[in-house]
């Protein structure tokens, strides 16, 4: 494998970082679109089952393409940590596990650290199919949940000292869609040696917010999105420290089998070489948007954490290094209104989803947070007039133009 310096950037890592030259002297690294392993010989299988020798024995247990991907993103979400154990003349080991989804991965790391009669608080503010696991598959086995404004520290000591079984902390920050945020290291405060803090790093991804050296046990990706960027995979990741846990997550995903292909893992894998170059991009088109939709006639709010109007702008400077392309406003006229807009982009697909090289358009109302309960919905103003758009890396001034032309659609 080659070996990267961690003194290299994160735009380095994300080329070279988990890369190794194989036995075909193939500059990038193979597909192993394989199920099974040729042993060679009884011995040799027998070893491998009594894990008395490393080897890669069938796809649900390991691939080396899956682990190649997972060795960069521990690259790119773990540098820093390393950074500062190194400076103490210590080292950590950052580990990362890829899932066949953004979900299979949050639910093996709900099922990993929660059991009958535990706890879980968890943000009011969630990907829509989070909160229908926490709020209806979790209880079904015993375990309890609550959800709770994390962004409001006092709430969430409250919420500590009421459920002093709580195990497990799950926040997503920028929040979707309203890109509320929780402040991660003060959150970690509080959760230290009581909870497991878990951050959904979704939105922000390792080149703009790195949530373990802000405190976090748990960063966890939909890799759907930026981390692959082109659209076209589906795959989860969670990466973290403690050796213990990622060996019982291990143990859980071969039982329940949730898998990301290899393929898949190839795919992301590639993605990932670019993710520094395409966030860069996606944060400045959003800011030009932005400020193009804060200005806009029939526009009530802009909701990105750029914009001086945004209600958390200091704590986005101090946690984050950009903010990402994921904007929601909300336009007069409520429903009838946003489904014309909605209907009359041309560059804008009509479509869920975030963090791909081309710009998407939705409606959370009915569309990503459909599921979310209305007084949530009501809580966070998750309005009928609410439009969120993910912005891509395409030319700033036709997205704009575009969205424009919608916005005065008749
Ligand atoms: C913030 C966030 N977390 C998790 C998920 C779930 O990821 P996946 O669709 O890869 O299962 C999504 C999906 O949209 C998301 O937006």
New binding site residues.
């Given amino acids: 494998m080659k070996s990267i310096p961690l003194e290299y950037s994160l735009d380095t890592q994300a080329v070279h970082a988990g890369e190794y030259v194989n036995d075909t002297r193939g500059h990038v690294g193979p597909i192993f679109q394989t199920s099974t392993f040729v042993f060679s010989d009884a011995a040799e299988g027998r070893d491998l089952f009594a894990q008395e020798k490393s080897g890669y024995i069938y796809t649900r247990l390991g691939n080396p393409t899956v682990n190649l991907m997972e060795r960069k993103v521990a690259a790119l979400e773990g540098r820093g940590l390393k950074l500062k154990a190194q400076d103490k003349g210590e080292d950590v080991e950052v580990f990362c596990r890829a899932f066949a989804?953004?979900?299979?991965a949050?639910s093996s790391i709900a099922f990993t650290a929660l059991s009958a009669g535990d706890h879980l608080l968890a943000d009011t503010i969630l990907?829509g199919?989070?909160n229908d696991l926490f709020d209806n598959l979790l209880p079904r086995f015993g375990i309890g949940v609550d959800f709770v404004d994390c962004s409001d520290l006092k709430a969430l000591e409250q919420a500590l000292a009421e459920h002093p079984n709580t195990k497990m902390v799950f926040l997503?920050t920028p929040g979707?869609p309203t890109m509320k945020l929780c402040d991660i290291a003060a959150v970690a405060e509080l959760c230290h040696d009581r909870a497991l803090l878990v951050v959904?790093n979704?939105?922000a991804t390792p080149i703009l917010q790195r949530p373990l050296e802000l405190g976090a046990d748990i960063v966890m990706h939909?890799?759907?999105?930026y981390l692959s960027g082109h659209g076209n995979v589906?795959?989860?990741l969670a990466i973290g420290t403690d050796p213990e846990f990622f060996k019982k997550m291990h143990s859980l995903q071969i039982d329940t089998g949730g898998v990301p292909s290899p393929f898949d893992s190839w795919l992301l894998n590639t993605g990932l070489k670019t993710l520094p170059l395409r966030m860069k991009r996606h944060c400045d088109n959003a800011m030009e948007v932005a400020n193009f939709l804060d200005h806009r006639k029939g526009i009530s709010r802009v909701l990105y954490p750029a914009c001086e109007s945004f209600p958390q702008k200091e704590l986005a400077q101090k946690q984050m290094d950009g903010y990402g392309g994921v904007i929601a406003f909300e336009v007069e006229g409520g429903y009838e209104r946003a489904q014309v807009v909605l209907n009359s982009t041309r560059l804008f697909s009509l479509a869920?989803?975030?963090g791909c090289v081309d710009s998407l358009i939705e409606h959370p109302y009915t569309m990503?947070h459909a599921v979310v309960p209305d007084e949530v919905k009501e809580m966070h103003q998750i309005t009928p007039g609410l439009i969120r758009i993910a912005v891509g890396i395409e030319d700033a001034t036709d997205l704009i133009d575009d969205l424009d032309r919608a916005l005065s659609a008749k």
């Fill in positions: 989804s953004g979900m299979s949050i990907y199919c989070t997503e979707n959904d979704t939105f939909s890799g759907t999105k589906i795959s989860g869920v989803s975030l990503t």
